[in-house]
């Protein structure tokens, strides 16, 4: 059985850091690619980055560039997602999935987490 339970988030100030974490289970993560979205309120979910299961490659989004960065532990079955320099507009609900490729489209994933949320706020 297929399963991603995402953990870490967190009310966190402007400027910090939080570091989520996807478990993964019912499948290796060595033919897939995960990727962490996000969803804020009003708002359409959105890709943030991912890592590719062939070369370990990597995305992200403009906007979190430089201040994100994604990495994997097979021998865990886990990805995670380090966040520094958090700020309000980082404030979502946070979603692990896995997919057959490298893409940023939300319907290219087949499995999804239920999400972490994490708060940006003084």
């Known amino acids: 059985q297929v399963q991603l339970v995402e953990s870490g988030g967190g009310l966190v100030q402007p400027g910090g850091s939080l570091r989520l974490s996807c478990a993964a289970s019912g499948f290796t993560l060595d033919y897939y690619v995960i990727g962490w979205f996000r969803q804020a309120p009003g708002k359409e979910r959105e890709g943030v980055s991912y890592i590719s299961s062939s070369d370990g490659s990597t995305y992200y989004a403009d906007s979190v560039k430089g201040r994100f960065t994604i990495s994997r532990d097979n021998a865990k079955n886990t990805v995670y997602l380090q966040m520094n320099s958090l700020n309000p507009e980082n404030t979502a609900v946070y979603y692990c999935?896995?997919?057959?490729?490298?893409?940023?489209?939300?319907?290219?994933?087949?499995?999804w987490g239920q999400g972490t949320q994490v708060t940006v706020s003084s």
């Open positions: 999935a896995r997919g057959p490729k490298a893409t940023t489209e939300p319907m290219e994933y087949d499995y």
